[in-house]
């Protein structure tokens, strides 16, 4: 059902737009999308829109699309019910997130099933503007490799089951869209050429793939990694593994958690330097703890202790961030020193291509989603629209 919002024209800003930046330029929203992109000075019949006016430096910019993000705001995807969705097409809009994939993790398969078909049945009921959308399921496990388990509970990881992921994304109606699994496993390669053959997003994690192992999977469709670095084996000058793959291989694109904690700052410039701006996409792998004080939280049946920006277990591994995409956008200009485009592909053009939503969402473009940011001068989320409704506005003080 789609209520009635306002059409709306942002007015005054710099937007970045698909094909260029534009200094001074209005954007027009009516139902749900963009109508109009242009210079001030081709600005006519502004009567029917409620004017938005924003200081000239402003910046008007596509919304970001998180495809690893577990839970803000106290709420998780693995609490499975309606409520946790809503928290999360909620409170995500503040970060500058648009629309995401909402991330199970490893845990009992009941478990597991009870959050994906929860997700589904919130999909075919989501508000349809003024919240974050979500546009699928990642399956962070249980596929992976005991190995390098990280956070995932070791006792309920299993090797890749071609019929229990058929029986889970018959259950889901098709939307589990990226699967993170390690390649290694037996039965890891089937998967793979079965999620390919299926428009699936197979996706290198959680995984102590050599390179050898990593180039069969690749041969046999995956093309994606998740959070490079973390919970694979470190680059070694005679066992590149999953992370030399990544950066040689242009077949991968890679995820990477850009908080200054799961990756320091110059293996982020390292990346950068190897894969550029269109071989990244910046997630959150954010938990439930993330916009919360800091304290003790429950991830997986797992106590975790957040504190001074970091979430880890009792035995000190890293268990989820609780980092904002807004400031992974923020931290990688300045981490590597790219420019504000090129952040932008990182964060919104690169996930919509690669989740093939690119046609309605991750860019701003006439006939596009009104899914648009505002930041500030300090690159700050100063407001969000999600398909043409404003879903956050930054109270000023
Ligand atoms: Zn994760």
């Not at 005054?12 to 260029?20: A, D, F, L, M, T």
């Not at 996706?203 to 046999?220: F, L, M, N, Q, R």
């Not at 701003?364 to 505002?374: C, F, P, R, T």
Request: with cysteine; aromatic share 6%; hydrophobic share 40%.
């Amino acid at each position: 059902m789609i209520k009635h919002v306002n059409p709306i024209l942002l007015k005054g800003i710099r937007v970045y737009s698909e094909k260029e930046m534009i200094k001074n330029g209005f954007i027009k929203i009516k139902d749900q999308k963009i109508i109009e992109i242009g210079s001030i000075d081709a600005l006519i019949d502004e009567d029917e829109f409620e004017v938005i006016e924003l200081p000239a430096y402003y910046k008007a910019i596509p919304g970001f699309i998180d495809v690893h993000i577990h839970g803000v705001n106290g709420a998780d995807t693995m609490d499975a019910t309606k409520e946790a969705l809503d928290t999360m097409v909620t409170a995500l809009p503040k970060e500058g997130t648009t629309s995401f994939l909402a991330t199970t993790m490893t845990q009992e398969g009941k478990q597991i099933e009870n959050a994906l078909k929860n997700v589904a049945q919130y999909i075919e009921k989501q508000p349809s503007q003024g919240k974050a959308e979500i546009l699928g399921l990642h399956l962070e496990g249980p596929f992976v490799n005991a190995k390098r388990a990280g956070a995932q509970p070791i006792q309920h990881i299993v090797d890749p089951d071609l019929a229990l992921f058929k029986e889970w994304q018959t259950m889901t109606n098709g939307n589990i869209k990226l699967v993170t699994l390690a390649p290694e496993r037996p039965g890891g390669l089937e998967m793979i050429r079965y999620l390919k053959e299926n428009g699936i997003i197979a996706s290198i994690g959680h995984s102590d793939a050599t390179y050898e192992e990593v180039g069969e999977a690749i041969e046999a469709g995956a093309n994606h990694v998740t959070h490079l670095f973390n919970q694979m084996r470190g680059l070694h000058h005679r066992e590149p593994g999953v992370v030399g793959a990544a950066f040689l291989r242009d077949e991968l694109i890679a995820e990477i958690i850009v908080d200054g904690v799961h990756v320091r700052p110059e293996m982020v410039e390292l990346a950068y330097k190897q894969k550029q701006s269109d071989g990244l996409i910046l997630i959150t792998d954010s938990m439930r703890a993330k916009c919360m004080k800091n304290g003790k939280y429950d991830l997986g049946g797992q106590e975790v202790t957040v504190q001074d920006g970091k979430a880890v277990l009792a035995d000190g591994t890293l268990a989820g961030s609780i980092l904002r995409l807004g400031q992974a956008v923020k931290n990688i200009v300045n981490y590597t020193g790219c420019s504000l485009e090129n952040a932008i592909e990182m964060a919104s053009v690169n996930p919509a291509k690669q989740l093939n939503v690119f046609e309605r969402k991750g860019s701003l473009a006439e006939g596009k989603d009104g899914d648009i940011v505002i930041l500030d001068k300090n690159l700050e989320v100063f407001m969000t629209f999600c398909r043409g409704e404003l879903a956050f506005k930054k109270e000023e003080n």
